[in-house]
């Protein structure tokens, strides 16, 4: 339901960003939202000779986003939580763990960037907040430091979200539950 | 070209994968996320690192087995691109892929030669349970006789 809720939103706004001309294409590379397209519809990407430099590919592409996302980079972070919604669309395992390792580092260091990016696209946030939740269970944290984060951060996410969407996002990251296809 | 042969018999929540080469002879318990089963059969793997974790044993980035593109999971509710056999303590290090000891997954690794082939055949199975043989009727009758002339 959460892909067929989102998915024509996601499908246009790739379009657009990939009929835009380069110069204009709000810093996401045109090659990049063509394969982030293709991942999400299940298609070959077409960049890359074979599916073992498909995997090397998509797991770079991950990391340039990572990197611009921790620098703050608005647009960055919009694509590069776009790659969390299609990671989870898609079972990508791998990319999930990374997900849940390196979401809420990110999110340390650019809190707004992150939450203005959820506020501007809120159909991003069931999974955004899944794998904010998922950290602290992840690789043997049991549970550490959720408390602290949920007292330091539930009243920005009140503030940036609607209180439905905040409401959803706090359970998420309370209690992670891996949002269905 | 060198073919080798990964085996991973579950049961349950944990498994036993199984690499045997040359003098390396593992057996060695593993695991992976209950929500994300990759689905019985054989798969082509790679000797490979993972892009995004930096905590490999010999310093690199992560090592670990991939299990190519199109693999199936959860009863073939769909399949995806990015199974891999990496190191991990127990379930939490997973979110689909088998985890198991980081000693055993680098000497594994190590073994295998040349890197990012596919010159592995990974087998997932399941461990069917096995049961005894239905009572023979000729007994069940002779054992009922007896207690009635008792």
Redesign the interface.
């Given at each position: 339901m959460l892909r067929f809720q989102a998915i024509s939103v996601v499908l246009l706004g790739l379009l657009l960003v990939m009929a835009l001309p380069i110069q204009q294409a709000v810093g996401v590379d045109q090659d990049d939202a063509t394969e982030i397209l293709e991942s999400l519809l299940?298609l070959t990407v077409e960049r890359h000779a074979t599916?073992?430099a498909?995997?090397?590919g998509?797991?770079?592409l991950?990391?340039n986003y990572?990197s611009r996302a921790a620098a703050g980079e608005p647009d960055a972070v919009r694509v590069w939580l776009l790659i969390a919604f299609t990671?989870l669309a898609?079972?990508?395992?791998?990319?999930?763990?990374?997900f849940?390792?390196?979401l809420i580092p990110v999110y340390r260091r650019q809190p707004e960037a992150v939450l203005d990016a959820l506020s501007d696209n809120l159909w991003l946030a069931p999974t955004t907040c899944y794998f904010l939740g998922?950290y602290f269970?992840?690789?043997?944290?049991?549970g550490e430091g959720r408390q602290a984060f949920l007292t330091d951060e539930t009243q920005s996410i009140q503030a940036a979200l609607p209180e439905a969407a905040a409401e959803r996002c706090l359970r998420q990251i309370e209690s992670p539950e891996?949002p269905g296809? | 070209m060198e073919t080798y042969t990964i085996d991973v018999l579950r049961n349950g929540s944990s498994g036993i994968l199984t690499f045997k080469h040359g003098t390396i002879d593992i057996s060695e318990v593993c695991w992976w996320?209950q929500?994300?089963v990759i689905d019985a059969g054989t798969y082509t793997g790679?000797a490979?690192r993972?892009?995004?974790?930096t905590d490999g044993t010999d310093g690199g980035k992560r090592e670990?087995i991939?299990l190519?593109?199109g693999v199936p999971?959860?009863s073939g509710a769909?399949?995806?691109?990015?199974?891999?056999i990496h190191k991990?303590?127990?379930p939490?290090?997973?979110?689909?892929?088998i985890v198991l000891a980081s000693a055993k997954v680098y000497q594994m690794w190590s073994e295998i030669q040349p890197k990012?082939q596919?010159n592995i055949n990974v087998t997932i199975r399941d461990q069917k349970v096995r049961r005894g043989r239905p009572q023979d009727r000729d007994c069940t009758r002779r054992r009922y006789l007896a207690s009635q002339m008792a």
């Open positions: 299940g599916a073992l498909a995997m090397h998509w797991g770079a991950y990391g990572r990671t898609r079972g990508d395992a791998a990319t999930s763990e990374a849940s390792s390196d998922a269970d992840f690789e043997d944290r049991a891996r296809p | 996320d929500n994300v790679y490979t993972m892009a995004n974790k670990a991939w190519g593109a999971y959860n769909a399949t995806a691109n990015g199974f891999f991990g303590t127990g939490s290090w997973s979110e689909g892929c990012e596919g």
